[in-house]
């Protein structure tokens, strides 16, 4: 237990007890304890098998559109003067984000299981879009939770969900978030253990979800990887992603991850900054504790109770961060750093003028480290950057801000 | 402590009846009424008391436990006078048993060394810690274990034989069986099935094997008394405590009156049920 790491590596993690230094592990319930040992011994197997892999890869190239182009954003480098610009464009996949990558894999997993009810939380709605959208493809009956607050605030999702067959649950215990929505898919899942199957949407809970979710993702960073040396003969020398659970984050850090002159920049919901309680950035404002089965950087007051999160963004504003990154932040092999609503606003204005592309507000916060750091790199430099979800789900969001009818 | 729970059974076993144990959340709805409450178990015929710590989050309790959590944490409670609460109770009874039960995080945030050692002197006897599976017994079982606190275990109708026995390695004190598959306050299932559950975990185990989930009434308690050593009620007392409050949410003269007419009628079920069970 808690062996360090492969000193020639940072890629061999979670080790068999599922921690990544200190985070991670098996913070659960005893009645959940069988079957989340019984996920860990069918995933050993299907991410050995070909059949297993074959599927995902046909799946991934015919029903999400993969690989993801990578695109070299000309105007906004030009335009910052500094570093050339990549965009992996997880943005272009089916329902909009990254997200379904990992669901198509979960998905997958629970057939080989035998379950026969998929269960999701979601925070904004993509996650639960995304589950929605897998659970109609092989025909499985879906509950989404939501909390009753972002039921409200994410209503064309909401409607999404329902159109493709699952039932939303909006969840008013607690108040009414994206956490509150997690322990409610856990009290159904203790409740129905039998005959469904826990799909989670980010890098985080108990293992081995960090591990396969970040494995399922890590497809954005290996084709990234690919790309761009066929596109420039080398390695980037930043890669940025928004990191809420940090699963798109994960996804495409973890290819790089022994690439030592890679440096590699999460963002987190800085929300209306670091002083007050409205913000979201789990790593340099909180500390280790342990929520929803495993160790990881929460926001808690000093008596170990969860805080509420907030960011303009509600795919952000999770209270806690994968465990993988937790260790990343620890070791120093990652640097997080916080953006604040106001900046990603402006992000999210400046892209979709100068590119074209309306991204979503996650996405947006990494825009903004961008724009900060491009400019103080030579024009020799690189910076690959995850353009996890567009922006037509915030659009309202942005509207109602900027004073905008719709 | 070990010894005083250990006492506690071997003379309810001597007595030939099964124990009534006795949950409620401390704090709910603030520490005085939560602490006259306490009090008032034993009197009413409680053999252990299980002393819930709020949590925030708490993702294995149904809506009864969790928004009592959420007044008593809005009541200003704290881990540190949860033990406080324990500490005042030893004043006046130093017979009862008590068992912390409750979720990781606060304990983890505490510090694990010091939550144990103000654990043992304010005369806590065990912990039940929901969300620590045998998995991750480093992280408090075992120094639990070390210091002389029972770090009791709960198992589920999910813990099939391979599973059992290591649940019970670390296991003291008793084994809390969750008679079901779900979160607390549900349902309660066919006492006639918990009979061949608590065997089942008896054939591993000479520990008391104490059953909760879903007991509401006397007659509940009576049943499932006659096949287990011990008879778990806490969703009932919470709900009880709940339809007492004022529509402020503060307590209430009948908040206190409420909890002990019902623990009496409890009470009634556990002791008539070896009666039941001899005829």
Redesign the interface.
């Known amino acids: 237990?808690n062996q360090s790491p492969n000193l020639n590596s940072y890629r061999e993690g979670p080790d068999e007890?599922g921690r990544f230094g200190i985070f991670g592990?098996?913070?659960?319930?005893?009645?959940?304890?069988?079957?989340i040992l019984e996920l860990q011994a069918e995933w050993d197997k299907a991410k050995t098998d070909p059949a297993f892999q074959a599927e995902l890869k046909h799946l991934g190239a015919h029903y999400i559109g993969r690989p993801s182009p990578l695109y070299y954003a000309e105007r906004l480098t030009q335009h910052l003067g500094g570093a050339k610009i990549y965009f992996k464009r997880e943005e272009l996949n089916h329902t909009g984000s990254h997200k379904i990558n990992n669901c198509i894999g979960q998905i997958l997993l629970a057939k080989r299981m035998g379950k026969t009810r998929i269960i999701a939380e979601t925070g904004a709605g993509q996650h639960g879009v995304a589950s929605a959208t897998v659970a109609a493809r092989f025909g499985f009956p879906c509950v989404v939770y939501m909390g009753a607050t972002d039921v409200e605030r994410q209503a064309p999702n909401v409607f999404r969900m329902k159109l493709l067959g699952a039932e939303v649950k909006p969840v008013t215990?607690?108040s009414g978030t994206l956490?509150?929505a997690m322990?409610e898919a856990?009290?159904d899942w203790?409740?129905?253990?039998d005959d469904t199957y826990y799909l989670i949407g980010t890098a985080a809970g108990p293992h081995p979800y960090p591990e396969l979710v970040r494995d399922f993702q890590a497809v954005i960073g290996t084709e990234a990887r690919e790309q761009l040396l066929e596109a420039e003969g080398r390695l980037p020398d930043m890669v940025i992603a928004a990191v809420g659970g940090g699963s798109n984050a994960i996804g495409i850090f973890h290819p790089f991850l022994d690439d030592k002159n890679v440096q590699i920049v999460g963002v987190e919901a800085g929300g209306k900054g670091l002083d007050g309680e409205l913000h979201c950035a789990s790593l340099t404002a909180g500390?280790p504790?342990?929520?929803?089965?495993n160790?990881t950087y929460?926001l808690?007051d000093?008596?170990?109770?969860?805080k509420e999160g907030h960011s303009i963004s509600a795919g952000l504003d999770y209270p806690g961060i994968g465990p993988e990154h937790a260790w990343l932040h620890q070791i120093g092999r990652a640097e997080y750093v916080p953006i604040m609503d106001d900046e990603a606003l402006e992000a999210f204005q400046l892209l979709t003028k100068l590119e074209g592309i309306i991204p979503a507000l996650e996405p947006s916060h990494a825009i903004a480290e961008v724009i900060k750091r491009a400019p103080k790199m030579g024009k020799d430099q690189i910076i690959l950057m995850n353009l996890s979800g567009r922006g037509d789900k915030d659009i309202f969001t942005v509207g109602k801000i900027l004073g905008m009818e719709l | 402590m070990t010894a005083r729970m250990d006492k506690r059974f071997a003379d309810l076993a001597a007595e030939g009846r099964p124990a009534l144990v006795t949950y409620f959340m401390g704090g709910d709805p603030d520490y005085a009424s939560s602490l006259e409450i306490m009090k008032a178990l034993p009197k009413a015929g409680s053999d252990v008391i299980e002393l819930g710590m709020p949590?925030?989050?708490?993702?294995?309790?149904?809506?009864a436990i969790?928004v009592a959590g959420?007044r008593a944490?809005a009541g200003g409670q704290?881990?540190?006078k949860t033990i406080q609460m324990a500490r005042d109770f030893r004043k006046e009874d130093d017979a009862t048993p008590i068992v912390l039960m409750g979720?990781?995080?606060?304990?983890?945030?505490?510090g694990v060394d010091r939550f144990l050692d103000d654990a043992l002197e304010a005369g806590i006897d065990g912990l039940i810690v929901?969300?620590?599976?045998?998995?991750?017994d480093?992280e408090l079982c075992i120094p639990a274990l070390a210091k002389g606190i029972n770090f009791i275990?709960?198992?589920?109708?999910?813990?099939?034989e391979k599973?059992l026995p290591a649940?019970l390695k670390n296991t003291s004190g008793f084994v809390y069986y969750?008679s079901m598959?779900?979160?607390t306050g549900?349902a309660l299932p066919d006492p006639s099935l918990i009979g061949g559950a608590v065997g089942r975990i008896k054939a591993h185990t000479r520990l008391p094997v104490c059953v909760g989930f879903g007991v509401k009434t006397a007659e509940h308690a009576r049943a499932i008394g006659a096949s287990a050593d011990g008879v778990v009620v806490g969703t009932a007392i919470v709900n009880q405590i709940a339809s007492s409050l004022t529509a402020d949410g503060k307590a209430s003269a009948a908040t206190v009156a409420g909890v002990e007419t019902l623990v009496m009628s409890l009470a009634s079920g556990v002791r008539a049920s070896r009666l039941a069970a001899a005829e």
């Open positions: 237990m007890d592990g098996r913070f659960v319930a005893e009645t959940l304890m069988p079957l215990a607690g956490k509150d322990n856990l009290r203790v409740t129905n253990v500390s504790g342990v929520l929803h089965g160790r929460l808690q000093a008596d170990g109770q969860i | 949590f925030s989050d708490p993702m294995a309790d149904g809506p969790q959420q944490l704290t881990l540190a979720y990781y995080n606060p304990i983890y945030i505490y929901v969300d620590l599976p045998p998995e991750m480093d275990r709960l198992a589920t109708p999910t813990t099939d599973r649940v969750v598959n779900g979160i549900s």
